[in-house]
């Protein structure tokens, strides 16, 4: 029987459909099924406003009172994708991966790394009781003796890029890549941020309320064997 020879164009669409079949909606547009909220807050008072709600078909984190929306299954291997803009004033924002115990820190902050949405800053690694290493790390982080996960200890490792982020209004486009123990983020297209020797190669994801209203759509998963070059 002769053998066939896809032209290579070709190979890869069939490859990209097929990794495209595997991608799977983390929301909806309706209602927040297959996530849970985590607000120390509503402990307390049990009327004070939920700030995780679905309007217009997207997802709202409304920035106040502070928490988490924390997916309810664990993932590893993943590409994690999303479209983010502040609704209002620019401010803060973060999206959690490789979570865990939840308020481990400061009795809010779940166990994870974060990658920061904050306005100027999208990119950036904050270390949550988890760590991760990155080239220069020293010249990016600071002293190693001040390296750490908690409390006044350098968590927070700036991003590689400048001006990357959108106008205010405009929606930013995210890709966070997780294999093993490494993790790769692009805004808008342009590498921002690459760590290895991660303490955590697996978790739930979160999207953080962390004082400024933001608003989430076409939140996917599309699980992977390698990181992206």
């Known amino acids: 029987m002769k053998k066939l020879f896809l032209p290579l164009a070709l190979t890869l669409a069939i490859t990209s459909q097929h990794a495209f079949s595997q991608t799977k909606a983390l929301f909806n547009g309706k209602d927040l099924k297959g996530w849970h909220i985590d607000v120390p807050e509503m402990d307390k008072n049990p009327n004070v ?16 009172p502070g928490g988490h929306l924390i997916t309810d299954a664990q993932h590893e291997n993943f590409r994690f994708t999303f479209q983010y803009r502040f609704a209002g004033k620019p401010g803060n924002c973060g999206a959690l991966v490789f979570v865990s115990k939840p308020r481990d820190l400061y009795e809010m902050f779940p166990k994870s790394i974060e990658i920061q949405l904050m306005n100027q800053n999208a990119g950036d690694f904050w270390c949550i009781q988890e760590d991760i290493t990155v080239p220069d790390m020293e010249k990016r982080r600071g002293p190693k003796e001040k390296w750490g996960v908690n409390g006044d200890k350098l968590r927070r490792i700036p991003n590689l890029t400048d001006g990357t982020e959108k106008p205010l209004g405009e929606w ?17 297209g342009v590498l921002v941020n690459y760590g290895y020797d991660a303490t955590a190669s697996k978790g739930q994801i979160a999207l ?10 076409d939140v996917k998963l599309t699980p992977i064997k390698a990181l992206s070059k």
Do not use: Y
Not at 172 to 188: A, F, H, Q, T
């Open 172 to 188: 930013n486009s995210m890709v966070i890549e997780c294999v093993k123990n490494s993790i790769k983020v692009w805004l808008n």
């Open 49 to 64: 406003i939920n700030p995780f709600l679905v309007r217009n078909g997207l997802l709202v984190s409304l920035g106040t």
């Open 208 to 217: 953080q309320s962390e004082g400024s209203e933001v608003e989430f759509k």
